[in-house]
């Protein structure tokens, strides 16, 4: 099997209408707001990448869009140590290796409201790059990309690139499960970034990331199949009192990818702590 090879994911089908939705006006409203807050962090330029501005423009687009944000377990993503802003760049830890950030997939939202807590890099697919507006953005903010179409040779490459990053001491967003799907549980944890924490000896830093309406859990954030970015965008800003919950659990420390990664999505499909223990060769920090 060629290791960029990913699971289908859901279907867009699964990501329900908002209900309740905003009314018109409060719709044109956010649109609006949208799009003042996109050409203000466009015209940043470089310093967009500057990590208190990053986190002040994420949480920007999240007020325009009427979502609000929930942090549980920790004030910033990487591990304890670890810089956010005033830290000398976005996720950059001086002296010390990064942290790999490991969240599970439901929308393109889930960066905004991650940056929202701490600005880190992000690994993305290649395709986000060339999106129009998102790909200007996510390059000008240090995004790195994985072309998944490339060799399958190309992958122990990746790896080695990931690790340095992390060794140099920036702390890295990924996404595991390499596609959205509509709920936490979603499917497996890939490993292979797992393998670059382990060799750089960096902390995971498993995050589960989960939405709501209201009292309710709710998929109209969902990214999901094969829809476009613009329906996906058009149920977030109709919905009514959508918030985005971050909790971040305790680091994990080890040197096999396959327990790490096994203890990282039990810990984020659990929504919980994982106990020291519970996988050979993963302690907690």
């Given amino acids: 099997m060629n290791p960029w090879t990913v699971d289908p994911g859901c279907p867009a089908s699964c990501a329900a209408d908002p209900d309740?939705?905003?009314?018109?006006?409060e719709l044109a409203r956010r649109y609006a707001a949208l799009t003042y807050t996109l050409t203000r962090a466009?015209?940043?330029?470089?310093?967009?990448?500057?990590?208190?501005?990053?986190?002040a423009e994420a949480r920007a687009v999240l007020g325009a869009l009427g979502?609000?944000?929930?942090?549980?377990?920790?004030?910033?993503?990487?591990?304890?140590?670890?810089?956010?802003?005033?830290?000398?760049?976005?996720?950059?830890?001086?002296?010390?290796?990064?942290?790999?950030?490991?969240?599970?997939?439901?929308s393109w939202l889930?960066?905004?409201?991650?940056?929202?807590?701490?600005?880190?890099?992000?690994?993305?697919?290649?395709?986000?790059?060339?999106?129009?507006?998102?790909?200007?953005?996510?390059?000008?903010?240090?995004?790195?990309?994985?072309?998944r179409e490339g060799s399958p040779r190309r992958l122990p490459?990746?790896?080695?690139?990931?690790?340095?990053?992390?060794?140099?001491?920036?702390?890295?967003?990924?996404?595991?499960?390499?596609?959205?799907?509509?709920s936490v549980p979603g499917g497996r944890f890939r490993r292979a970034a797992f393998q670059a924490a382990a060799d750089a000896g960096a902390p995971v830093r498993p995050v589960t990331v989960a939405y709501?309406?209201?009292?309710?859990p709710s998929t109209a954030a969902g990214f999901l199949g094969d829809e476009d970015f613009t329906s996906s965008l058009r149920r977030v800003a109709a919905a009514r009192q959508l918030t985005v919950r971050i909790t971040a659990h305790d680091p994990l420390r080890g040197n096999d990818r396959r327990a790490l990664a096994a203890a990282a999505r039990r810990a984020v499909v659990v929504g919980g702590v994982v106990r020291e223990g519970l996988c050979e060769g993963v302690t907690l920090r």
């Fill in 42 to 55: 466009v015209a940043r330029g470089d310093r967009l990448a500057e990590p208190t501005i990053l986190r």
């Fill in 67 to 106: 979502v609000g944000l929930e942090v549980v377990g920790a004030e910033r993503l990487s591990a304890a140590g670890g810089s956010g802003a005033g830290g000398g760049g976005g996720g950059v830890r001086a002296g010390g290796v990064g942290t790999l950030v490991v969240a599970n997939h439901i």
């Fill in 110 to 147: 889930d960066v905004i409201a991650l940056l929202a807590v701490e600005p880190v890099s992000v690994l993305a697919k290649q395709e986000v790059g060339q999106w129009p507006v998102i790909g200007t953005l996510a390059r000008r903010v240090g995004t790195r990309f994985i072309d």
């Fill in 157 to 182: 490459c990746a790896v080695a690139e990931l690790t340095d990053v992390l060794r140099a001491g920036t702390s890295v967003l990924v996404f595991p499960q390499a596609t959205t799907w509509c």
């Fill in 20 to 25: 309740p939705r905003v009314p018109l006006g």
């Fill in 212 to 216: 709501r309406q209201g009292a309710v």
